[in-house]
């Protein structure tokens, strides 16, 4: 019930940051032009997502979950309100801060870590669950966005929205989100008495410094074609309700095959995931580069949901796999903190290189590279995890 609460929850908070990904063309007109202005509004609200995890994570902590999901959800409400005011640079504000920072920060870091502490068994189909809730509102909301802002404006669709979710989440958080179990202290490092933990032989930051940097690539890919799909199809002369139904494909089909992954990270492991489901992106960026075709746009959007789709919860998987569970508060934030830069540099990057090449194809190129750099350093991790043998060398759950 507690994963399952947590999906809605999710679902609902960051439908807020679909409105702008199905208006981005309409919304940009009204900015003066240049997609890069929404596209960094995305941007900023990622970024401020992920930064805000390192502040809502401890206070999750020190004042329980429940007030920061509150706080958070009458932030977004707040942002949503700034942002369609109608001037650029509020349009950020509302996105940046109120959105991102306080908003859906409240939301992200601190249920990751909430829910991680109610399994022991099966923790990576529980999280798998819970991280599909940015996807699942990404399969839910574009159709309907895509519909509102055609009837009555994009700034309408953000008023609108913005009490809904305030609506909605804190009723279900004032009820189901209750005090968690009590956090085990095991870790799958080496711990030797009169020793420092060693994670594959390699002190343990040196490994989370190369996950978290693996986080940051990956996602720099991942964000493109979310966040600017319903405009390629619209450049490429398909309708945007064509482009927010594939985009809603993506997403869905992440959210479906999310949940075998979790599955299948609980049996391999997360450092096994990343590195199949790392590959299966990249094949499928690439499928954006040399892509056209409508029908055929539509098959390599449902492969990149399912190549996409392991990545986020089994980076946090494999944080409490490797590292003690009294430091998830801080290195689950971290962790999202780099993923959702990569989200954020991404949108802005593709919006940038499209103002400067007037097509997507370069910027999806470049995504391609981003998405390479990601699978040699999570091969770096997995070959040294083989090549070091002893304790450390298997994962005991946290």
């Not at 529980?126 to 159709?143: C, D, K």
């Not at 075998?260 to 096994?272: E, K, Q, V, Y």
């Not at 391609?368 to 070091?388: K, P």
Request: charged residues 10%; proline residues 5%.
């Amino acid at each position: 019930m507690v994963a399952s609460v947590s999906l809605v929850l999710a679902a609902v908070a960051f439908g807020a940051l679909w409105i702008v990904a199905v208006g981005l063309k309409t919304i940009a007109a009204d900015l003066g032009g240049a997609r890069s202005a929404p596209s960094l509004a995305s941007s900023l609200a990622w970024l401020g997502s992920s930064v805000g995890g390192l502040m809502m994570g401890p206070l999750a902590e020190r004042y329980g979950v429940r007030s920061t999901v509150i706080f958070g959800a009458v932030s977004i409400c707040i942002g949503l309100f700034i942002s369609q005011l109608g001037e650029t640079w509020q349009l950020y504000l509302g996105h940046g801060l109120f959105i991102g920072l306080l908003g859906t920060a409240g939301l992200n870091a601190p249920l990751y870590i909430y829910v991680s502490r109610w399994f022991d068994r099966r923790r990576g189909s529980a999280l798998a669950l819970l991280s599909s809730g940015l996807y699942l509102a990404g399969t839910v909301w574009p159709p309907i966005f895509e519909r509102a802002i055609a009837m009555v404006g994009w700034r309408m669709t953000m008023l609108a929205y913005g009490v809904l979710v305030a609506a909605v989440i804190v009723p279900l958080a004032v009820v189901f989100l209750k005090q968690a179990p009590e956090t085990p202290t095991a870790t799958g490092a080496t711990v030797v008495p009169g020793e420092t933990p060693h994670v594959f032989g390699w002190p343990p930051n040196v490994v989370f410094g190369l996950l978290v940097a693996a986080a940051f690539l990956c996602c720099v890919t991942m964000s493109m074609p979310q966040n600017h799909l319903v405009a390629l199809c619209s450049d490429l002369g398909y309708s945007a309700q064509s482009g927010a139904a594939m985009l809603s494909l993506l997403l869905g089909v992440g959210v479906l095959t999310r949940q075998i992954w979790g599955a299948i990270a609980d049996r391999i492991g997360g450092l096994s995931t990343l590195l199949i489901s790392s590959l299966l992106q990249g094949l499928a960026m690439t499928g954006f580069v040399v892509t056209q075709d409508e029908w055929g746009l539509y098959g390599v959007a449902a492969a990149f949901g399912a190549g996409f789709s392991a990545l986020i919860p089994a980076y946090v998987l494999a944080v409490r796999e490797y590292f003690p569970a009294r430091e998830a508060s801080w290195r689950v934030p971290v962790v999202l903190l780099l993923s959702g830069s990569g989200m954020s540099t991404g949108t802005w990057l593709a919006g940038a290189l499209y103002d400067y090449f007037g097509f997507y194809a370069p910027a999806f190129a470049v995504g391609v590279a981003f998405n390479i750099a990601n699978f040699i350093v999570l091969a770096t991790l997995i070959l040294r995890r083989r090549h070091y043998t002893g304790a450390s060398a298997g994962a005991i759950p946290a």
